[in-house]
């Protein structure tokens, strides 16, 4: 009788997941593990006032069942250069403002996407994953310079070009599943994808519940209205 040989397995898809815990890339986990990616979460502390949201994004991956890489960077100089980390006090300012592309708020974290980027790299070239996935939004968002395509663009093409894996095969690439929704359309998919929001943390400040008054805050609050969910 002759030997029926198995069809090879489908080579299992890895991704790197930039992972705060917060909303929005709470909703870029659960969609990567939708699409079939065995997912690698990783965190990144650079000295923010806070590490409220770091027990959200063990929690969620406890929940789920996926490994969570936590890292920490000394960057003593963004204690000068942005409100999240030095003793500024952090902005409590309209919508109207907050959205307003065309400035740049105390908030903003010098270079922070590129830095997290390059170290998801590094990570996906080790592990030979396929994609960095991260939750940039261009639609509501505070005018980060580093939250928009032009800036992405450009990025994957680096980072393709500057890897083991990427100049090998060229299957190394960012994903950006939020880049162009708005937060009531992120809150939507998160609804959809059945993300737990209460488990997951969004305010710029520490303590046991947010604050309401930050630029994240706010725009979530205003998502959560627009999309018609409520925020639990």
């Given at each position: 009788m002759p030997t029926?040989?198995?069809s090879a397995s489908k080579k299992e898809k890895k991704a790197v997941v930039l992972f705060s815990g917060g909303l929005d890339s709470?909703?870029?986990?659960?969609?990567?593990?939708?699409?079939?990616?065995?997912?690698?979460?990783l965190n990144v502390k650079y000295g923010q006032k806070h590490s409220r949201e770091a027990l959200s994004a063990r929690a969620i991956c406890k929940k789920l069942g996926v490994e969570l890489t936590e890292i920490k960077l000394d960057f003593p100089w963004l204690a000068q250069a942005t409100s999240?980390?030095?003793k500024?006090?952090?902005?409590?300012?309209?919508l109207d403002v907050i959205k307003d592309k065309n400035r740049i708020p105390s908030t903003y974290v010098p270079a922070r996407n590129l830095v997290f980027v390059a170290i998801a790299a590094s990570l996906a070239d080790s592990i030979d994953a396929e994609a960095i996935i991260a939750g940039p939004n261009a639609i509501d968002y505070s005018g980060y310079p580093d939250c928009?395509?032009?800036?992405?663009?450009?990025l994957a093409k680096a980072v393709k070009e500057g890897t083991r894996k990427g100049v090998q095969d060229g299957k190394i690439k960012i994903v950006t599943p939020?880049?162009?929704?708005?937060?009531?359309?992120?809150a939507k998919l998160g609804k959809?994808?059945?993300?737990?929001?209460?488990?997951?943390?969004?305010?710029?400040?520490?303590?046991?519940?947010p604050c309401g008054k930050c630029?994240?805050?706010?725009?979530?609050?205003?998502?959560?209205?627009?999309?018609?969910?409520?925020?639990?």
């Open positions: 029926i040989k198995k709470t909703t870029c986990l659960y969609w990567a593990l939708d699409k079939g990616y065995k997912c690698y979460a999240l980390v030095g500024e006090e952090l902005p409590d300012e309209s928009r395509p032009e800036f992405y663009e450009p939020l880049l162009k929704l708005s937060k009531a359309q992120i959809k994808l059945k993300v737990p929001f209460a488990m997951t943390w969004s305010c710029y400040k520490g303590g046991k519940k630029d994240a805050c706010k725009l979530r609050a205003e998502g959560f209205k627009e999309a018609g969910i409520k925020d639990e």
